[in-house]
């Protein structure tokens, strides 16, 4: 009976310790729910996003360039702003021009198919040289022909190194273009045109 009692002690005192060993298991965490793992996990994320670098902020530039108002008698200005490119800015504003308005109820101001052939900016003149497209597609009439004429020269005077414009056609200076206004010689900015 001695025996049996001294088994029982034994055994309790094995339980007891095993239970106490479960309850202070060397400071360990008690097992985290999920929602805290995702929050841990979201943090860990949004660290490592402030290390990473980051590709630099594409540069841009702002052209102001004109269009046709509504109806086609004036110039209205749009700012437009386009990310920098390695040619020059008068590239640029020519793309913009044959590109249209965008959203703004305005008018075309290069006809339809013509082509840029050269561009060339020296001693403050712009020297612009078409396709023939831009004489043979373009809509007519004195004001249309204003209206094409002075949205480029007066896009262009925008630029700060850029007075005059000069155009051709297929590499010709012709008197007249259009029929209606003269581009035999550079042509300076027209704020008469203006809206």
Same mark, same amino acid.
Request: hydrophobic fraction near 35%; avoid cysteine.
């Given at each position: 009976m001695k025996k049996q009692g001294l088994w029982i002690i034994i055994v309790v005192f094995l339980i007891g310790g095993l239970l106490l060993s479960g309850c202070t298991s060397g400071g360990s965490?008690?097992?985290k729910t999920p929602a805290e793992q995702g929050q841990q996990s979201k943090t860990r994320d949004e660290i490592q996003g402030q290390n990473t670098p980051q590709p630099p902020a594409e540069k841009t530039v702002k052209l102001v360039v004109?269009? @046709?108002?509504?109806? =086609?008698?004036?110039?209205?200005?749009?700012? $437009?702003?386009?990310?920098?490119q390695d040619k020059p800015l008068a590239e640029q504003v020519i793309e913009e021009l044959i590109k249209g308005p965008g @959203?703004?109820?305005? =008018?075309?101001?290069?006809?339809?198919?013509? $082509?840029?052939?050269?561009?060339?900016?020296?001693d403050g003149i712009a020297y612009v040289n078409w396709s023939k497209e831009f004489q043979t597609n373009h809509w007519g009439g004195s004001t249309g022909d204003s209206n094409t004429i002075y949205s480029i020269v007066n896009s262009f005077t925008e630029l700060p190194d850029i007075k005059k414009v000069q155009f051709l056609l297929e590499g010709k200076v012709?008197?007249?273009i259009f029929g209606h206004v003269g581009t035999g010689e550079p042509l300076g900015r027209n704020e008469e045109i203006l809206k």
């Open positions: 965490e008690p097992p004109y269009f @046709p108002d509504e109806q =086609g008698n004036r110039l209205v200005p749009v700012t $437009k702003v386009v990310p920098q @959203p703004a109820s305005l =008018g075309e101001a290069i006809p339809n198919g013509a $082509k840029l052939l050269s561009l060339e900016v020296k012709e008197e007249s």
